[in-house]
């Protein structure tokens, strides 16, 4: 009789080392029950939802309006410029995303050897229901070298133009989302100062700079959402 068949028959004869091993593979099914319930149930249940949930690609078509303002500015003045958005100007569409407005200027006084005057702007984050709060927003600038400037307000919130990939819900949902004509609903205040540097010949009683011409660019982006649901 083989060594392997002596500890068997030992085994056997030991109902303490029997009562033992029942326990041990007693808890090992336990174990091996629950692993697999948590696979099949509650992993499954999850498997089963992410594959019931339908993925969309949201694009935008955008529009843009334009409005140019041209003013002279006396040195040392602070004008305020407005662009109101009544109402209906976009109906359209879906929204209002994104304001951009451009303040040009150049030395005018056609005074040999003028220096570019000093203009500085900045838009009031009132009187508009917009996201102000937007780290990309550029809501002030300045420039000493008759260079534009170029500011920017997002107005509705998250908007980017960017085509997204988007996951649950239903196609109705992410149209409405990015359905809201209250952004951009109001009166646009921009505050420009011009100051004036004045040429060498400005000693000459007949020969002085005392304001700047400022046009400024409103180009207001209105945009349409398309959802399509990804097969």
Known sequence: MTSENNIFIDLRSDKRALKHISIFFSVLTVVLLY?????????????SIKDLEKSFTISFQEIENEDIDTRTIDNGDRE???????????????????????????ETSGQFADPCDSVSADISPTGV?????????????????????????????????????????????WELLWKNSSYGIGTFHLEVEVNVNQPPT????????????????WRSVFFTNNVQEIE
Not at 81 to 100: H, M
């Open 35 to 47: 692993h697999a319930t948590v696979f099949f149930v509650i992993m499954g249940d999850d498997i």
């Open 80 to 106: 305020v410029i407005e662009l109101e958005i009544l109402e209906g100007s976009f109906d359209g569409y879906d929204g209002f995303g994104i304001l951009y407005i451009d303040i040009e200027y150049g």
């Open 129 to 173: 229901n917009a996201d102000w709060q937007n780290e990309n927003n550029i809501l002030a600038g300045t420039s000493s070298n008759c260079e534009i400037i170029s500011l920017v307000v997002y107005v509705f919130p998250e908007y980017n133009s960017s085509t997204q990939n988007v996951t649950g819900e239903s196609k109705e949902f």
């Open 202 to 217: 400005s000693g000459i009683p007949t020969i002085q700079d005392d304001d700047e011409e400022v046009t400024i660019t």
